[in-house]
């Protein structure tokens, strides 16, 4: 079964430091790996995939996240926090052998602090 | 391009009555997801539709159960309401299993 993990509930950082968003996943066969962002009052939003090739993926926004197969990771980073960037993050596996079955993390909130 | 339109946007009923959403996925695409979101729970995975089949469903009640069509407009239906399927619920589709999804704006649904 696909499971995800996100261990920290809630990130604080400076604007203008970098910022790391943690997420480490479980399942049986190769993953596809993905980030999405919710704002305020706004729908999920896409930021970006891991489906294979290279570990560092680019996305929306300035982000980017590494793919660790060995550590079961995908963390979402990015190297200059804007204030803007405030909101809730999932992190999201799907089994490539399951469909579109994609299961999500429980979110990560980020404030970042002008 | 249209994204993926959820109706109603709210809903209120009362517990023991039965309700249905409606999903409307981005033109082309075929695969469409259902998932319950709540504060305590985060993003739960109801089920998904591709081409008119449910592929995966996952671990509701079958108090929840869902249908898409030939257009691929998909429908969720909830019977026998109880305060605890208060949510919101949100409709994503896919055009292949190698993209992301698209989130529709969801249906919040209080039942009282």
């Known amino acids: 079964a696909q499971s995800v993990a996100q261990p920290e509930d809630q990130v604080n950082v400076a604007e203008g430091n970098p910022l790391t968003v943690k997420c480490t996943y479980s399942?049986?066969?190769?993953?596809?790996l993905f980030w999405y962002v919710q704002y305020p009052n706004r729908g999920l939003q896409f930021l970006l995939k891991?489906?294979?090739?290279?570990?560092l993926v680019k996305g929306s926004y300035g982000f980017e996240a590494e793919f660790n197969k060995s550590q079961t990771s995908f963390h979402l980073k990015k190297p200059s926090a804007l204030v803007s960037d405030s909101a809730l993050y999932f992190c999201?596996?799907?089994?490539?052998?399951?469909?579109?079955?994609?299961?999500f993390g429980a979110g990560t909130r980020l404030f970042v602090k002008a | 391009k249209a994204g993926v339109t959820q109706t109603p946007r709210y809903l209120i009923k009362t517990r023991g009555q039965q309700v249905t959403l409606s999903c409307s996925p981005i033109?082309?695409?075929?695969?469409v997801s259902w998932y319950q979101q709540t504060p305590g729970q985060g993003l739960q995975f109801l089920f998904e539709?591709?081409?008119?089949?449910?592929?995966n469903k996952g671990n509701f009640p079958g108090r929840f159960s869902g249908r898409q069509f030939s257009n691929s407009r998909s429908e969720m239906n909830v019977s026998t309401l109880e305060l605890g399927d208060s949510a919101l619920y949100l409709c994503?589709?896919?055009?292949?299993?190698?993209?992301?999804?698209?989130f529709g704006s969801g249906t919040r649904l209080t039942v009282v």
């Open positions: 539709y591709f081409s008119e089949t449910q592929r």
């Open positions: 994503a589709s896919s055009s292949g299993e190698n993209y992301g999804y698209t």
């Open positions: 399942v049986s066969g190769n993953p596809y």
């Open positions: 999201a596996v799907r089994d490539k052998t399951g469909g579109f079955k994609t299961i």
């Open positions: 891991y489906i294979t090739g290279d570990n």
């Open positions: 033109s082309g695409h075929r695969s």
